[in-house]
Nanobody, 118 residues
Framework: QVQLVESGGGFVQAGKSLSLSCAAS????????MGWYRQAPGKQRELVAD???????NYIDSVKGRFTISRDNAKNTVYLQMNTLKPEDTAVYYC????????????WGQGTQVTVSS
């Protein structure tokens, strides 16, 4: 089994920063992609950023230049540094891991609330 444990989130004013962490445990294949998704009330869950074990990154356009995804492969941990937060970033953020050779297996963290006030 695979488990994802998230840390971070909280309440901040616009323009401030938050950092999220997610540690995966269990049967983690070395070839994988870890990422962050978010879902605001009444909206679809969307990819924010992800990163392969090989170091390739992908960001949604609205966070480019503000958010940075990173990971520590040895710890199976992914991070999301969120700078210059905007009220539109308010959402529940979910950590995710998927595997190159097991695309049917997708695992999610419990979600952590990020609230940005204006």
């Amino acid at each position: 089994q695979v488990q994802l444990v998230e840390s971070g989130g909280g309440f901040v004013q616009a323009g401030k920063s938050l950092s999220l962490s997610c540690a995966a445990s269990g049967s983690i294949a070395s070839s994988n992609t870890m990422g962050w998704y978010r879902q605001a009330p009444g909206k679809q869950r969307e990819l924010v950023a992800d990163m392969t074990s090989g170091g390739r990154t992908n960001y949604i356009d609205s966070v480019k230049g503000r958010f940075t995804i990173s990971r520590d492969n040895a710890k199976n941990t992914v991070y999301l540094q969120m700078n210059t937060l905007k009220p539109e970033d308010t959402a529940v953020y979910y950590c995710n891991v998927r595997f190159r050779y097991m695309p049917e297996r997708v695992y999610w963290g419990q979600g952590t609330q990020v609230t940005v006030s204006s």
